[in-house]
């Protein structure tokens, strides 16, 4: 033990200190693995996307030129001198002064660039198509390379794949993308008091609330949880579980020790870890104050608070950035979190020193903006964050903030 | 084929349409696979939570009455009666005129009712403590019963359950909840056009973007998508694969069919198929509107336009609602989608007619509400929705907004 682990840092500070744990490696997935994943190096397109140009509308493709000026009243006359069917490459240009028939989707014949949708013609018969409407040269025209062109990057490193992504994905045919490895995060409850939840607790005992609750979150972050299961509150115990917690996982959090004794054993255990350091004891943040982060090897572990609440707080603060960097996300540790203004609906006092986050429930009484309830009550108990939409930040210098302050809410 | 085939529906109407399709049946699942999910039957405590009134800081257990005045200049004292270890039910009640030394999560004995806080205090030696504040009654303690009360509902059927929710159950003991099954979606894509993400397309083709793109919204959303490929445009072909779609799975997606010939060709296809209805045949958005809606049985099929943007605009509006639905959510179909506030950030023109749906990219230029960048082009192309981080509803009635109009976001 020396000063070190009396170390509070400051949330900024807490997040900086992530930043030494390096993404994973990457791996190669299956297109329809990839889902959520950061692109662990930029897609270069190896073809153009769309391959050709295509009709964005049924109708009839043109050269604009031919239907310049036409209108309801001067309509233009055009020869239809193909039929595009769809996934047909035209055989031939487009003669001037002629029209193809295209479905949306065809492929324009050389020549033609624009398309005047079908209900602003009609088929005179004998072949002659009447346009009463002009068209402007890229008139519903998807072009050729509109989406990715060979040999750019279509999508950069560390881009997160939404749906969107994967679909440029499978039009360039990139079947399996490198995209950085899901942490597996183990997860370690310490504490006498706790009992599995599928047993009945002695006299005196709860159930184990938190590696539920932690690895529920893991999974929405995106991680894989491994959940190690309960600790007896002994240093020993704790040291042994702490370094095979290590040895099998990216990463680590063990919560509980809401004891002070308990939380003397997980900081013990973990400095008496091989190639350990204790980084922070501490963060100034409520709830979550008596959150540890240290370094073993390479590996993160996050000491959490076994209260409940303040265990969710600083995992929505400091795990999902940690995961999101763990996976490859370049700026995971920097971006700000998305928030949206609500207005606050009654005072709420706050101990300057320390960022408060304060759960709320939200109201929508009119207007864009809801109101914002404080949701006040222990930590220790689940109910605030029950009856939570979002969080409320309230910056460590301030001392509180009036009803109808505009804050805000990080949801929940 | 009779009128009912050019059924255009509002998107409201589409929604009640969608009221027609019961949830799936309901089925327990280990608590940690419950995540995501909607409970099928209200949770009744079968035991307090917590079980017992409980500190919520380390400190001494207090009748409230026996520090009534402390502060800095006039303290109390008091003997310390015991120590309440973590997890061990006090023996006896608390004296009158003592305290008990607590940790945070220690059960309070009968008699104290508040906590106060260590650093409030001062143990003096030979048994006596110094309480420099007075407190409430309640201060720093977790009732029993706060959470959840014996033989109360402590989460109604429907509620969707989040890690705070996972973690009321493992308190709770409620090791496989019971909630509503994930439906099985079928995806099909039609199009002479396609080709497998895996093989080089023939000239003129294209690879097959939307099965990948609606499998990973899909699986956002929480159903299972199961990818049954591509369908030529032919009428028996795509009859015999809805028919295999609709008997193996709880809903089908069918998209593409970007011809008007493979669009008859949907359409007759779903309206020959047994006990079948067409609901709608076409919804007054842009862009979706090319979308049907059909019944087979108890069954959704949606069939999505080809476009990849207007598919998956369509899948938001209406595939994610009817996945909650189907899933047990009962305000699935009725509730307002969560929007935050935004400032358009130049002017846009809208058809009067039907709701459009702008894809659009936010900027924070300070301020709390950031400006909203429509993001234009075709909905064939990638493109809009790769750039875009929401969507912005225009109504029916609305033929434009001007710069600088509030505007409600919908997060992509």
Redesign the interface.
């Known amino acids: 033990m020396n000063k070190d682990f009396f170390r509070v840092v400051s949330p900024a500070r807490f997040l900086e200190l992530l930043g030494q744990f390096p993404p994973l490696a990457a791996e190669t997935v299956e ?2 693995a990839a ?1 959520g994943r950061f692109l662990a190096r930029d897609v270069v397109a190896a073809e153009d ?4 140009s ?1 009709a ?1 509308m ?1 109708g009839y493709a043109v050269r604009a030129a031919d239907v310049f000026g036409a209108g309801e009243a001067n309509p233009a006359y055009l020869d239809c001198a193909m039929d595009v ?5 035209p055989s031939a240009p487009l003669p001037p002064g002629t029209c193809a028939r295209i ?5 324009l014949p050389e020549g033609a660039d624009a398309v005047v949708m079908v209900e602003h013609t009609f088929d005179m018969g004998a072949g002659v198509v009447e346009f009463r409407k002009f068209a402007a040269p890229g008139d ?3 072009h050729r390379g ?2 990715a062109r060979v040999g750019v990057v279509a999508l950069p490193a560390g881009r997160r ?15 399996c993308p490198a995209v950085g490895a899901r942490p597996r995060v183990a997860v370690l409850s310490t ?3 706790l009992t599995p ?2 047993a ?2 002695p ?15 893991l ?2 972050f995106g991680a894989k949880p491994v ?1 190690l299961g309960l600790v007896p ?1 002994d240093q020993q115990a704790i040291h042994a579980a702490l370094a095979l917690a290590v040895a099998d996982s990216d990463a680590v959090l063990v919560s509980g020790g ?5 939380r003397d054993f997980t900081l013990a255990a973990l400095a008496a870890l091989h190639d350990s350091e204790i980084l922070a004891h501490g963060v100034a943040v409520s709830p979550g104050k008596p959150t540890i982060l240290a370094r073993v090897g390479l590996k993160p572990v996050i000491g959490l608070p ?3 609440t303040s265990a ?1 707080v600083v995992m929505t603060l400091f795990g999902k950035p940690l995961v999101e960097r763990l996976m490859g996300d370049p700026h995971a540790l920097t971006r ?1 979190p ?4 609500a207005t606050l609906a009654r005072n709420l006092a706050s101990k300057p020193g320390r960022e408060d986050h304060v759960r709320v429930r939200l109201e ?1 009484v009119g207007g ?2 809801p109101l914002a309830h404080p949701v006040l ?7 605030t ?2 009856d939570a939409d979002g969080l409320v930040a309230i910056d460590a210098a301030c001392e509180g903030l009036e009803a109808g302050s ?1 804050v ?1 809410v990080r ?2």
């Open positions: 297109l329809d889902r996307v769309p391959p050709r295509r964005a049924d069917p769809i996934g047909v490459i479905v949306t989707g065809g492929m519903h025209v998807m509109d989406d794949l939404r749906a969107q992504e994967i679909g440029l994905l499978a039009a360039l045919g990139v079947t504490g006498d008091e939840i599928h009945t607790p006299p005196g005992g709860i159930r184990d609330v938190n590696t539920h609750a932690l690895c529920a979150l999974r929405d959940a509150d809401s004891s002070v004794g308990a076994g209260q409940v969710q700000k998305f928030t949206f203004p929508y864009d903006i009550g222990r930590s220790g108990l689940l109910k964050l029950l505009r805000a949801p929940l």
